[in-house]
């Protein structure tokens, strides 16, 4: 599945970050699908997953602050993310595994569990 990350920018700190990740060519039925980030000198890591039964599982760093939806019917994974701070300034990358034969109540956090990702989406956050 390809996928295109869109609605990345500059935001201020302490608001509210929607992105949205388009995919063509699959639908997400059969695919488990996470949002990743990383920051100018870090390593990417896990925002946040969203399995093929709906369940979504967040990383401890946005805990309580992003919500992963799928709208089925136009092929787009949301990420939104709110209270915003510098330290969630990064690139934005939204990813899919294939997960036929998985448990639907299943996701991961680890980048090498998805295959598919998208080219990513700068967010800058401005203090």
């Known amino acids: 599945v390809q996928l295109v990350e869109s609605g990345g920018g500059s935001v201020p700190a302490g608001g509210l970050l929607h992105l949205s990740c388009a995919a063509s060519?699959?639908?997400?039925?059969?695919?488990?699908v996470a949002w990743f980030r990383q920051a100018p000198g870090k390593d990417r890591e896990a925002v946040g997953c969203f399995s093929t039964g709906g369940k979504t599982l967040d990383a401890s760093s946005v805990k309580g602050r992003s919500t992963i939806s799928i709208d089925s019917a136009k092929r787009t994974v949301y990420l939104e993310m709110s209270r915003l701070q510098p330290d969630d300034t990064a690139v934005y990358y939204c990813?899919?595994?294939?997960?036929?034969?998985?448990?639907?109540?299943?996701?991961?956090?680890?980048?090498?569990?998805?295959?598919?990702w998208g080219q990513g989406t700068q967010v800058t956050v401005s203090s």
């Open positions: 060519g699959d639908t997400f039925d059969q695919y488990a």
């Open positions: 990813a899919a595994a294939w997960h036929r034969g998985v448990p639907s109540t299943f996701c991961g956090l680890g980048y090498n569990q998805y295959d598919d």
